[in-house]
């Protein structure tokens, strides 16, 4: 290793790339991280989550975020458009453009992305119901402006599983929501090759009110159940594998949470290897996005939120997170603002630039207590994939889907959730400006950003335009085949979706066809 | 069970709550819920993509003496006042209590409204649970 300044302490002192012993990083089983040099040779990706209004709104916050220094873009789609919905729907009154960005039909994804590289840029979508359909927007795109989809570079959320578990942003039924899962698995594994079809998500688990080990237990449970359908559907596992990728929340107990970071990897790795038969070394490291815990931020004194965020930030770091995404401290009261998430990028560039904490790779490995945390994260989870195992007669893929038909996964989420809330009622656990320390609250200081309903009015206007502008017969053509090519179960639909959206098809349209051969899901409502 | 547990015809109060509207983020909701039925409330749990109508039938059918709604959305302007008009127009004097991301800026017009009560982030179970009596009436 040269004796570049970057790597001396503050103060001067030179610093290895790796102290301690047993499996270095970059070797099985990646308990400490997926790169032998990790953050000294390339630090994470400081990719920050933006979407509101329209898609012009949301094009000039991704231009703004790139022109900061953020090196990725991802983006956040609003609830109609999460929910398959068009803006003019009834279900969109009041919500178009409001929670992330309103998309109809390909003509927003391309003002979304206009004046940015595709070709240069990686871009990151949240959006799971409707993921094939945006996914093959933004290949349309891509090539209108000249772009070949195997050059493009992002990861596709399309991790359905945890929907019906924690997030409750479904269409379509469980199994053939799987389905579509492997249909994009199976489109980009041919001619994708730089893009990650699904972002196995425990974010959002946590944040419905799990703990760190049931995040990190469902989480890969779900990964799991992926590999298993898309082998059943005739992949070779090391096909898709070096392209599944990780999502998790980095939530307020430091430890807890490097621990949890630290068993991931190393139980992917093992049941990747022994379970499934992967060989490639790709295909067994875990490589993650981390993103701070929107739902530990305070509405009162919100700015204490940004000592929240940078603890939080630091566990990903130091758990050997890929890249992250670090919260505003205004989300508990309203969307990002441009000031707000300015800040919260900076926070990330002190964590690289300033601390030192990028020089040593997993630098917490060899604490007593992280490596008995990492351990005992890693038993707890083993103890719900064993549960699994049996709902499902073996298989894991089965017993999710159990968990799910019954309401187990719900179930355990809500009861976890309730857990910690009664703790804070009684006092038995502290949030700062909250149920202690409450002076200093000062509402009058806060600019908020609000969207208004001019947004929605203009959207509509938007899609009323398109709508008046396409050839309608050739949408039904395209419709029809989407529809048809959904009903045989071997299938892939992915063609068939693009060519609806090329004709303008609005993502209600392609839903509905959809619908109409899936049906709907409505879980059971249980408290 | 405490004695501000029961509405003014003697019987517990009895509370609907649903999600209404596309937003699924339901921990919040959920977790209210629970604090209700602690406190001796009934709760009514009608779950996600409720829409006014459904919530009206449940109204009706269960004799609610309140409704409660939860956006993580900022949908809450447009959405709070159509449930209070929606029972309004059912012939329904049932008050709406409102629970999720609402900016105090807010608070004044959600009041103008009719909306009886707004808890945000943070809201201990007394504080939901004395919301939802304040909004029975004395």
């Not at chain 1, 709104?57 to 956040?76: P, Q």
């Amino acid at each position: 290793m040269t004796d570049h300044p970057e790597f001396r302490t503050l103060s001067g002192v030179p610093v290895d790339a790796v102290y301690g012993d047993g499996p270095a990083p970059g070797e099985y089983p990646y308990t400490r991280g997926v790169h032998a040099d990790m953050y000294r040779s390339r630090l994470w990706t400081m990719r920050m989550f933006a979407g509101f209004g329209t898609a012009g709104d949301t094009n000039a916050r991704f231009h703004e975020l790139l022109k900061a220094g953020g090196t990725g873009l991802s983006t956040a789609f609003d609830m109609p458009t999460l929910m398959g919905r068009d803006s003019d729907h009834d279900w969109a009154i009041g919500e178009v453009g409001r929670a992330g960005v309103a998309i109809d039909t390909v003509e927003d994804m391309a003002d979304l992305f206009a004046g940015i590289d595709l070709g240069a840029v990686s871009t990151s979508m949240t959006i799971n119901g409707p993921a094939p359909i945006l996914l093959a927007m933004y290949v349309a795109v891509a090539a209108e402006g000249g772009v070949e989809r195997g050059r493009l570079s992002g990861t596709l959320q399309n991790d359905i599983l945890k929907e019906y578990q924690a997030q409750k942003e479904y269409l379509f039924p469980p199994r053939p929501s799987v389905r579509l899962v492997t249909d994009v698995i199976r489109f980009t594994t041919a001619e994708m090759p730089r893009w990650n079809p699904v972002s196995i998500s425990g974010y959002h688990i946590r944040e419905a009110g799990s703990t760190a080990a049931q995040e990190l237990a469902f989480t890969l449970a779900n990964g799991f159940a992926y590999v298993e359908a898309a082998t059943a559907a005739g992949l070779a596992v090391d096909d898709f594998a070096p392209r599944l990728s990780f999502f998790f929340n980095s939530h307020l107990d430091f430890f807890e949470e490097v621990g949890k970071f630290r068993a991931a990897r190393r139980i992917w790795a093992r049941w990747m290897r022994d379970r499934y038969g992967a060989t490639d070394e790709r295909s067994l490291k875990l490589r993650f996005h981390t993103q701070t815990a929107g739902v530990s931020l305070t509405a009162q004194q919100p700015e204490v939120n940004v000592a929240r965020v940078a603890l939080q930030a630091l566990a990903g770091v130091l758990g050997g997170t890929q890249s992250l995404h670090t919260d505003s401290f205004d989300e508990a009261l309203a969307l990002p603002s441009e000031d707000a998430a300015r800040i919260a990028l900076r926070t990330q560039q002190v964590i690289a630039h300033e601390t030192g904490v990028a020089n040593v790779v997993d630098p917490l490995g060899g604490s007593a207590y992280v490596e008995w945390m990492t351990d005992e994260m890693e038993r707890r989870a083993e103890e719900v994939f064993a549960h699994l195992e049996d709902l499902g007669d073996g298989s894991l893929l089965e017993g999710v889907h159990a968990g799910i038909e019954s309401g187990w996964f719900a179930g355990e989420i809500a009861d976890a959730a309730y857990r910690y809330e009664r703790e804070v009622n009684a006092g038995e656990r502290i949030v700062v400006g909250v149920n202690a320390f409450t002076d200093g609250d000062d509402p009058e200081s806060r600019r908020l950003l609000r969207i208004g309903q001019d947004t929605e009015d203009l959207q509509r206007k938007r899609l009323a335009a398109v709508r008046q502008a396409r050839d309608d017969g050739a949408v039904a053509t395209t419709l029809a085949r989407v529809a048809a090519d959904a009903a045989e179960p071997t299938t892939n639909v992915m063609p068939a979706l693009l060519d609806a959206v090329r004709a303008r098809a609005t993502v209600g349209e392609v839903v509905d066809a959809l619908e109409g051969v899936f049906g709907t899901w409505t879980e059971k409502a249980v408290v | 069970m405490g004695p501000q547990a029961t509405a003014d015809h003697g019987q517990p109060v009895r509370v609907v709550l649903a999600k209404l509207g596309l937003d699924g983020h339901d921990r919040g909701l959920k977790v209210v819920a629970r604090m209700l039925r602690d406190a001796g409330m009934e709760v009514v749990y009608l779950g996600l993509r409720q829409t006014t109508e459904t919530i009206i039938d449940a109204v009706e059918q269960e004799d609610a003496d309140v409704v409660g709604i939860s956006m993580l959305n900022a949908g809450h302007l447009t959405l709070g006042p159509r449930m209070v008009e929606a029972l309004a127009d059912a012939g329904l004097d049932v008050p709406v209590v409102i629970g999720g991301i609402v900016p105090d800026e807010d608070r004044p017009a959600m009041a103008a409204a009719g909306v009886a009560g707004v808890l945000g982030p943070g809201a201990s179970a007394d504080e939901v649970v004395a919301c939802v009596h304040a909004a029975c009436g004395p």
